[in-house]
């Protein structure tokens, strides 16, 4: 029981109101409460990945700037496989049975790597239904062949 009154007899008839408070079991909540919120933020800080969404800028803003000439690279991933796009050349990679050529597609980003050794953003969309495990997948292979910037958009956006 939580708490415990002793009803002996006292002196002059009258009865002691000592009370005993059990916190054992308040301790050992505020222990567990404890260890929820710790292994949490540790969570919260290891699913971070640092992604920024892809910008349409506007008509005046296209006539102010001159037209640089960039290498512009996007990976699309499709229910067919990837489509790797690097300025004007176009790179489709299948997939082998269900699963997606991973292998493949690090091999060209590290090909376009190596012609571009300073280039470090390209862009991952995304076709509807697919499943978010081949997007972290992706970003990730990216990500070992160092392609620090990473921008996630739909399918629609990139074409």
């Not at 415990?4 to 002059?12: H, P, Q």
């Not at 953003?121 to 239904?129: F, P, R, W």
């Not at 990730?140 to 399918?155: C, K, M, N, P, Y």
Request: hydrophobic letters at 40%; glycine letters at 8%.
């Amino acid at each position: 029981m939580g708490v415990s009154i002793d009803t002996g007899g006292g002196k002059g008839g009258k009865k002691p109101v000592d009370a005993e408070l059990n916190l054992v079991p308040f301790i050992d909540l505020l222990v567990c409460c404890i260890c929820f919120l710790l292994i949490t933020a540790v969570w919260t800080q290891m699913a971070r990945i640092k992604v920024s969404q892809a910008k349409r800028s506007s008509a005046v803003e296209r006539e102010e700037k001159p037209p640089e000439p960039q290498l512009k690279i996007t990976i699309l991933v499709g229910e067919d496989g990837y489509t790797l796009t690097a300025g004007p050349s176009r790179v489709v990679i299948p997939k082998q049975g269900k699963i997606y050529d991973a292998g493949e597609l690090g091999k060209r980003l590290r090909e376009i790597k190596v012609q571009k050794p300073d280039k470090n953003d390209l862009t991952v969309a995304v076709e509807d239904g697919i499943r978010y495990q081949y997007v972290i997948a992706t970003m990730d292979i990216a990500l070992e062949q160092h392609f620090s910037q990473i921008r996630v958009t739909d399918a629609s956006a990139a074409l």
